[in-house]
């Protein structure tokens, strides 16, 4: 991709261009969750390494059900990806290129932070011991099943944040790092859910300091706009008076 960013892109896809583009989703999901799954993951361990009979193979088994669900994110976000870039609204660094569209994104994901869904699905996710108490199953499906179920938590607790990378660029790697940061403190921290509400005010603040800047820039634009024929019409009567002006000096 170009390093340009003045319009929408209007190639279409090819095989390899989704292909790669899944690549990219998939990579990027597991990059950012793993690192927060890990206490699930690493409790789930030890409950089989002390169980009776433990399962070979277990935590290779309940993360792979874990990556599942988050692979099918991905798989979501690289057709929402296509769909965008098809209709001509994505821009080369993959963000919107309708401003109104990213901070209806970031209105969307700073209300979320406020919701019931939100703070249920964090609470899952935050406490494995309560998970694996209420939904342990045995055996290698029983393993992929957990790993999957609380992958389906942890989907309803972030997936809106990761939507915001549409509204920053897909390819911005610091929203990725910023955003994979705020889901790792946000669950491990103990003051979770005023991190929550804190990053939604922000989001929030974000959206105004926005819509601030871009009416700021639609006025200059305007204003722009309003002297430029008259400014032409200024050019215009200065070329018409200059040979006039040249022939009485002379």
């Known amino acids: 991709m170009g390093m340009e960013t003045a319009g929408p892109q209007l190639q279409d896809w090819r095989v390899f261009d989704l292909t790669a583009t899944l690549a990219m989703w998939i990579t990027m999901m597991v990059a950012m969750m793993l690192p927060s799954a890990a206490p699930a993951i690493l409790l789930f361990t030890a409950i089989n390494r002390n169980a009776e009979r433990p399962l070979p193979f277990a935590a290779p088994i309940f993360t792979s059900g874990y990556l599942a669900g988050w692979v099918g994110f991905g798989a979501l976000a690289t057709l ?18 309708n401003p109104i569209g990213g ?5 969307a994901a700073g209300l979320f932070q406020w919701t019931l869904l939100k703070y249920a699905c964090l609470a899952h996710c935050r406490s494995p011991q309560g998970f694996f108490i209420t939904e342990w199953r045995s055996g290698a499906g029983g393993a992929f099943r957990m790993g999957l179920k609380h992958s389906g938590y942890c989907l309803g607790c972030c997936w809106l944040l990761m939507t915001l990378l549409f509204a920053a660029g897909v390819m911005n790697l610091l929203w990725v790092a910023a955003i994979a940061a705020f889901i790792l403190l946000e669950k491990l921290i103990p003051s979770g859910q005023w991190v929550i509400r804190i990053a939604g005010l922000l989001l929030l603040i974000l959206v105004l300091q926005r819509e601030f800047i871009l009416l ?17 019409e200024i050019h215009h009567e200065q070329i018409s008076v200059y040979p006039v002006f040249q022939t009485t000096t002379r």
């Open 216 to 232: 700021r820039d639609f006025k200059a634009k305007l204003v722009r706009l309003r002297d430029e024929p008259f400014q032409q």
């Open 103 to 107: 901070g209806l994104i970031l209105i």
């Open 80 to 97: 929402a990806q296509w769909g965008l870039h098809s209709a001509g609204l994505l821009l080369p660094n993959i963000s919107l290129a």
